[in-house]
T-cell receptor, first 109, second 114 residues
Framework: GQNIDQPTEMTATEGAIVQINCTYQTSGFNGLFWYQQHAGEAPTFLSYNVLDGLEEKGRFSSFLSRSKGYSYLLLKELQMKDSASYLCAALRSYGKLTFGQGTILTVHP | DTEVTQTPKHLVMGMTNKKSLKCEQHMGHRAMYWYKQKAKKPPELMFVYSYEKLSINESVPSRFSPECPNSSLLNLHLHALQPEDSALYLC?????????????FGPGTRLTVL
């Protein structure tokens, strides 16, 4: 079966750094996506990791360890607009994306 | 054009109605997807189309019937739905479904079944 775990909620302060962890157990693993979803809106792509290591893209970085079934999303210099749900999603064969429950991040001033 | 559009934005229907949701993309993507998202839950995959052919049906009840008339359009026909089918229906597309291609999501259709 598929199992993807991430924390339900996190809070952080504007300007700080936050790390959102994701662990997964899935068959036919082809990579790990992170999406951001604001309330009432569609998910938007943040990052994709297929090889072990860190991918950096501006204020956002994502890490993957395939041997450990572990990924994290790192958000730096937090802004109020970063308050959203962050979805970890494992890619399986034929484009099948299985999402975790999402982590609701609240950024305080 | 890097957009996936969906119509209508909102839909209210009775359990005996027949309605259709529409999705369109002009990015030349050859894979298109339907997801269902309930409140405070993640999107759940329903169907995958690859090169206009149904590739995956995630055991979706037959009251949901997908159709891909051409490479830019994806429809979801609804018939005899139940109140528990009320949800946000998201369409997505990607270059193809063979690798780690980003899936672009549309804004969704918020469906209410009375």
């Amino acid at each position: 079966g598929q199992n993807i775990d991430q924390p339900t909620e996190m809070t952080a302060t504007e300007g700080a750094i936050v790390q959102i962890n994701c662990t997964y157990q899935t068959s036919g693993f082809n990579g790990l996506f992170w999406y951001q979803q604001h309330a009432g809106e569609a998910p938007t792509f943040l990052s994709y990791n297929v090889l072990d290591g860190l991918e950096e893209k501006g204020r956002f970085s994502s890490f993957l360890s395939r041997s450990k079934g572990y990924s994290y999303l790192l958000l730096k210099e937090l802004q109020m607009k970063d308050s959203a749900s962050y979805l970890c999603a494992a890619l399986r064969s034929y484009g099948k994306l299985t999402f975790g429950q999402g982590t609701i991040l609240t950024v305080h001033p | 054009d890097t957009e996936v559009t969906q119509t209508p934005k909102h839909l209210v229907m009775g359990m005996t109605n027949k309605k259709s949701l529409k999705c369109e993309q002009h990015m030349g993507h050859r894979a298109m997807y339907w997801y269902k998202q309930k409140a405070k839950k993640p999107p759940e995959l329903m169907f995958v189309y690859s090169y206009e052919k149904l590739s995956i049906n995630e055991s979706v009840p037959s009251r949901f019937s997908p159709e891909c008339p051409n490479s830019s359009l994806l429809n979801l026909h609804l018939h005899a739905l139940q109140p528990e089918d009320s949800a946000l229906y998201l369409c997505a597309s990607s270059q193809d479904n063979r690798g780690g291609n980003e899936q672009f999501f549309g804004p969704g259709t918020r469906l209410t079944v009375l």
